[in-house]
């Protein structure tokens, strides 16, 4: 994931935004938002190591317990 994420240039499009109060709470989705996955337990470590590398490539929280469809 990190290799494809890297060779295809959009590690700095994987963002996630926490809510912002203006007039109403509301999200910003990232623009890398879901991965989908098997139940697999590997593919739990396989998000939480992505999350991490994201979050040291663009300094941005990524939420994988959130952004994993099963």
Same mark, same amino acid.
């Given at each position: +994931? $990190? @290799? ?12 996630? *935004? &926490? ?6 709470? /509301? *999200? !910003? !989705? ?6 989908? &996955?098997? %139940? &697999? /337990? %590997? %593919?739990? !470590? +396989? +998000? #939480? =190591? $992505? &999350? @991490?590398?994201? #979050?040291?490539?663009?300094? !941005?929280? =990524?939420? *994988? #317990? ?5």
């Amino acid at each position: +994931m $990190f @290799k494809i994420v890297d060779r295809l240039g959009i590690s700095d499009r994987v963002k996630w *935004y &926490a809510p912002t109060i203006a007039i109403s709470l /509301s *999200y !910003t !989705t990232s623009q890398i938002g879901h991965i989908t &996955a098997d %139940n &697999a /337990s %590997n %593919n739990d !470590t +396989m +998000m #939480e =190591f $992505f &999350a @991490k590398y994201i #979050e040291k490539r663009t300094k !941005t929280y =990524f939420p *994988y #317990e959130d952004r994993r469809i099963r």
